[in-house]
């Protein structure tokens, strides 16, 4: 790949809906670029004036996704590290709040000498400058940056003209805009309708951005006559008008896109020439594993707080794809709300009937805790693989000492400050912090997993590093007591003193962790605890008993092997 000194950018934008794929759309074409040999990196601009998103209801804007750097990030970062392998990092996220907060603070400082601060020429200056800053370290080919919000908002005006006063500043040969629009399918008239995208570029001329590509989500494939109508009422040749039908997986849209060649468009856009072509072989493997496992289903049960709303646990649900596909079955979730079993709308008996193992969710609150309790003692009592992440582990704990350790009403003070056996409490330096976004312990942290356990099994190696999001943590002065009565604790900070994994011996496939395993979950490269889970269940479903005493794989992370 000829290099060029001058970092190349692409911006996605979107139009007619939200919820188009915007997030998709950019985390795949990063991934067709690397394969051509191009070092890229993606970036996230949101509207909302939020500081961040780690304050928000999960009903408001699904998971946070937390990076090795401790940032509170949109849920589309997830998906541009797992289709990218690379690490994404505080600087890939900004909010209009951000921005905001950070014009005021100059603003204070006297930076301004005095002058009005303007949303032109202050905020806008702002917003360029961060949007450019991933560009400085000389790391990058092609940064991505993808704008939330659909055209038209009020609150995506601002990043929409600094992406116009940039590209004046770079030219069409260093910025190319990418417009995502929705071309819907009239069944009542068997005819696919361009008016909707017609509109939506006719919005971005209003502010001064002719888009460079259209792609153009559609039930249907888009005709080359349909194409040629869309190009020509939005200023566009008919190669530049791309077209997205839907798909079964996410994982097949760097396939669609290649393609229809947009890969090879944006390239020549830049006047780049590359002699490396597009590999996709892992993700055709992928793919057909993800469609037809030939192992077959795997049903698991999450039980969560949000169970109606899956964006919640997304970086789960995902994990769960790439294990599956790592052991050639289809995950099927099987969504239990943990209330419905706190008020016994449904009992963890029949919750569980037909499915292969539990995963107990993260989250926040009281509510529906005694549900996920409930359920945790079951799959305990009656032997069947147990996952627990963060919350779900703090579960565990608190069920194990109820009822093994006679410690009765055991709690978090978390939910009950005054318990008489508070065997979850919060982090000793978390109990003098007052502000609550931001102040958790976030990020990646070392552990030390003792050998023989499942953990190890699964993992291969004695020093992990995982991402945390958590103010409470299993209180050490009745760690002894829980480990005199059965609990292992198998992985722990490397000075021993923070409890990160938690299992219990004489059980199948039990496992609780302090911290995230999902967000580290790869699409070809499975995270070892959500791939050693997926393959107990199968030999559970499968009436087959494991010991775990030999590796399930050679490395830290297990590659999709590349037999169909």
């Given at each position: 790949m000829s290099r060029k000194k001058r970092v190349k950018h692409i911006f996605v934008t979107g139009g007619v809906v939200s919820s188009l794929g915007k997030g998709i759309?950019?985390?795949?074409?990063?991934?067709?670029?690397?394969?051509?040999?191009?070092?890229v990196a993606i970036q996230k601009y949101d509207p909302y004036i939020n500081v961040d998103p780690g304050t928000m209801s999960p009903y408001q804007h699904g998971e946070v996704y937390v990076t090795d750097d401790g940032a509170e990030t949109d849920l589309d970062l997830g998906h541009y590290e797992r289709f990218l392998d690379e690490a994404t990092s505080q600087a890939c996220n900004m909010t209009m709040g951000k921005i905001y907060q950070t014009v005021l603070e100059n603003e204070r400082r006297g930076e301004y000498l005095g002058g009005t601060v303007q949303v032109v020429p202050h905020v806008i200056d702002e917003i360029k400058s961060k949007m450019l800053e991933l560009s400085k370290n000389g790391s990058y080919d092609v940064i991505i940056t993808e704008i939330g919000g659909t055209v038209?908002?009020?609150?995506?005006?601002?990043?929409?003209?600094?992406?116009?006063?940039?590209?004046?500043?770079?030219?069409?040969?260093?910025?190319?805009?990418?417009?995502?629009?929705?071309?819907?399918?009239?069944?009542?008239?068997?005819?696919?309708?361009?008016?909707?995208?017609?509109?939506?570029?006719?919005?971005?001329?209003?502010?001064?951005?002719?888009?460079?590509?259209?792609?153009?989500?559609?039930?249907?494939?888009?005709?080359?006559?349909?194409?040629?109508?869309?190009?020509?009422?939005?200023?566009?040749?008919?190669?530049?008008?791309?077209?997205?039908?839907?798909?079964?997986?996410?994982?097949?849209?760097?396939?669609?896109?290649?393609?229809?060649?947009?890969d090879s468009l944006v390239l020549k856009k830049f006047g780049l020439k590359s002699s490396k072509s597009a590999d996709l072989t892992d993700w055709i493997t992928l793919t057909d594993k993800i469609k037809y496992p030939k192992d077959g289903i795997v049903k698991i049960a999450v039980c969560g707080k949000y169970a109606e709303y899956p964006d919640a646990y997304k970086s789960i649900v995902e994990a769960f794809v790439h294990?599956?596909?790592?052991?050639?079955?289809?995950?099927?979730?099987?969504?239990?709300?943990?209330?419905?079993?706190?008020?016994?709308?449904?009992?963890?008996?029949?919750?569980?009937?037909?499915?292969?193992?539990?995963?107990?969710?993260?989250?926040?609150?009281?509510?529906?805790?005694?549900?996920?309790?409930?359920?945790?003692?079951?799959?305990?009592?009656?032997?069947?693989?147990?996952?627990?992440?963060?919350?779900?582990?703090?579960?565990?704990?608190?069920?194990?000492?109820?009822?093994?350790?006679?410690?009765?009403?055991?709690?978090?003070?978390e939910f009950t400050k005054k318990t008489k056996y508070p065997v979850i409490d919060m982090m000793e330096h978390q109990k003098r912090i007052k502000l609550k976004g931001g102040t958790m312990r976030l990020g990646n942290y070392p552990c030390i997993i003792q050998e023989g356990t499942i953990s190890y099994h699964a993992y291969q190696k004695n020093l992990i590093n995982e991402r945390h999001r958590h103010r409470?943590?299993?209180?050490?002065?009745?760690?002894?007591?829980?480990?005199?009565?059965?609990?292992?604790?198998?992985?722990?900070?490397?000075?021993?003193?923070?409890?990160?994994?938690?299992?219990?011996?004489?059980?199948?496939?039990?496992?609780?962790?302090?911290?995230?395993?999902?967000?580290?979950?790869?699409?070809?490269?499975?995270?070892?605890?959500?791939?050693?889970?997926?393959?107990?269940?199968?030999?559970?479903?499968?009436?087959?008993?494991?010991?775990?005493?030999?590796?399930?794989?050679?490395?830290?992370?297990?590659?999709?092997?590349?037999?169909?």
């Amino acid at each position: 790949m000829s290099r060029k000194k001058r970092v190349k950018h692409i911006f996605v934008t979107g139009g007619v809906v939200s919820s188009l794929g915007k997030g998709i759309l950019s985390a795949s074409l990063g991934a067709l670029l690397k394969s051509r040999g191009l070092r890229v990196a993606i970036q996230k601009y949101d509207p909302y004036i939020n500081v961040d998103p780690g304050t928000m209801s999960p009903y408001q804007h699904g998971e946070v996704y937390v990076t090795d750097d401790g940032a509170e990030t949109d849920l589309d970062l997830g998906h541009y590290e797992r289709f990218l392998d690379e690490a994404t990092s505080q600087a890939c996220n900004m909010t209009m709040g951000k921005i905001y907060q950070t014009v005021l603070e100059n603003e204070r400082r006297g930076e301004y000498l005095g002058g009005t601060v303007q949303v032109v020429p202050h905020v806008i200056d702002e917003i360029k400058s961060k949007m450019l800053e991933l560009s400085k370290n000389g790391s990058y080919d092609v940064i991505i940056t993808e704008i939330g919000g659909t055209v038209g908002d009020i609150e995506s005006l601002p990043f929409l003209e600094a992406m116009r006063q940039l590209k004046l500043q770079y030219g069409s040969k260093n910025l190319v805009n990418i417009h995502l629009t929705l071309v819907p399918f009239i069944r009542s008239a068997s005819e696919l309708k361009t008016k909707p995208t017609q509109h939506s570029v006719k919005m971005l001329l209003e502010i001064g951005i002719q888009p460079d590509v259209l792609v153009c989500r559609s039930e249907k494939t888009l005709s080359k006559d349909i194409k040629h109508k869309i190009g020509l009422f939005c200023n566009l040749s008919d190669s530049d008008v791309v077209g997205l039908c839907d798909a079964e997986t996410i994982y097949e849209v760097p396939q669609i896109l290649h393609k229809e060649k947009l890969d090879s468009l944006v390239l020549k856009k830049f006047g780049l020439k590359s002699s490396k072509s597009a590999d996709l072989t892992d993700w055709i493997t992928l793919t057909d594993k993800i469609k037809y496992p030939k192992d077959g289903i795997v049903k698991i049960a999450v039980c969560g707080k949000y169970a109606e709303y899956p964006d919640a646990y997304k970086s789960i649900v995902e994990a769960f794809v790439h294990a599956g596909a790592a052991n050639n079955v289809k995950v099927e979730i099987s969504w239990l709300h943990s209330e419905d079993l706190e008020n016994g709308v449904i009992t963890a008996e029949k919750a569980m009937d037909g499915a292969s193992g539990l995963l107990v969710a993260p989250g926040f609150g009281e509510r529906g805790i005694e549900g996920k309790i409930e359920i945790v003692k079951y799959v305990r009592e009656n032997n069947i693989p147990f996952f627990g992440i963060c919350l779900g582990m703090q579960c565990a704990t608190i069920e194990y000492a109820r009822n093994v350790c006679n410690m009765d009403m055991a709690n978090s003070t978390e939910f009950t400050k005054k318990t008489k056996y508070p065997v979850i409490d919060m982090m000793e330096h978390q109990k003098r912090i007052k502000l609550k976004g931001g102040t958790m312990r976030l990020g990646n942290y070392p552990c030390i997993i003792q050998e023989g356990t499942i953990s190890y099994h699964a993992y291969q190696k004695n020093l992990i590093n995982e991402r945390h999001r958590h103010r409470f943590e299993l209180n050490n002065a009745y760690r002894d007591q829980l480990i005199e009565n059965g609990l292992e604790v198998v992985g722990t900070s490397p000075d021993g003193v923070l409890v990160e994994i938690i299992e219990l011996k004489n059980h199948r496939w039990f496992v609780g962790v302090q911290f995230h395993p999902e967000l580290k979950s790869r699409v070809h490269k499975p995270h070892p605890l959500f791939n050693s889970f997926i393959a107990e269940a199968k030999n559970y479903r499968d009436g087959i008993s494991v010991t775990h005493d030999q590796p399930l794989f050679d490395n830290q992370m297990i590659k999709v092997d590349n037999q169909s």
